[in-house]
């Protein structure tokens, strides 16, 4: 059984459409993540959310909007993409928010923008 | 706010030899250090971490680290590389200090040759 899930696994798109990546944990964690991975593998946090509620928003263009219909569950829906857009999106989930907690990661869903 | 330095975006070594990717963090406070591995095209996994317990710590796949307060250090090593080794290695630092977010270096590629 896959631990933390990313539907679909790659994504490619025009620009200003919109599209959504999906991210579901069969861990038990309480605490839930979004990541960016840009082409010089750089990765930064995006957003996390504790409980369904958000804890962590760091500058993101607001076209980008996560959602936690439970914590089981934090999706990404990213309106009318752009070119810089294209990227790996890694989800990841931990038990509870606390700073030592191991963070599980995703697969990854590889995001094109043409 | 805290952060590491990476010293090397490519390591390059034999099968066989030791491996050493450097490590060296920034924090006012006590952190919590990690060292996570990346396979190609795949997410990413823990290899170990340090939380303030004992500061040589041991990981998976035989590598380990050791927290060096002094030198603001902490390095991943293991005795000999294997092929299967080869892979992106990130360090990340997180501290207790409210809600603070996982930060990542900028990665080192490990690349093992016969």
């Known amino acids: 059984d896959t631990a933390v899930s990313q539907t679909p696994k790659y994504l490619v798109t025009q620009m200003g459409n919109d599209k959504s990546i999906k991210c579901e944990q069969n861990?038990?964690?309480?605490?839930m993540y979004w990541y960016k991975q840009d082409s010089k593998k750089f990765l930064k946090i995006m957003f996390s959310?504790?409980?369904?509620?958000?804890?962590i928003n760091e500058t993101v263009p607001n076209r980008f909007s996560p959602k936690s219909p439970d914590k089981a569950h934090l999706n990404l829906h990213i309106n009318s993409l752009e070119l810089g857009d294209s990227a790996v999106y890694f989800c990841?989930?931990?038990?509870?928010?606390?700073?030592?907690?191991?963070?599980?990661f995703g697969p990854g869903t590889r995001l094109l923008v043409l | 706010a805290q952060s590491v330095t990476q010293l090397g975006s490519h390591v390059s070594v034999s099968e066989g030899a030791l491996v050493l990717l450097r490590c060296n963090y920034s924090s006012s406070v006590p952190p919590y250090l990690f060292w996570y591995v990346q396979y190609p095209n795949q997410g990413l996994q823990l290899l170990l971490k340090?939380?303030?317990?004992?500061?040589l710590v041991k990981g998976i796949n035989g590598f380990e680290a050791e927290f060096k307060k002094s030198e603001t250090s902490f390095h991943l090593t293991k005795p000999s590389a294997h092929m299967s080794d080869a892979a992106e290695y990130f360090c990340a630092v997180r501290t207790n200090t409210g809600f603070q977010k996982l930060v990542f270096g900028t990665g080192t590629r490990l690349l093992v040759s016969p």
């Open positions: 340090y939380t303030s317990a004992a500061t």
């Open positions: 990841a989930s931990s038990l509870h928010t606390g700073a030592q907690e191991t963070q599980y």
């Open positions: 861990l038990g964690h309480d605490t």
């Open positions: 959310y504790n409980n369904k509620e958000l804890i």
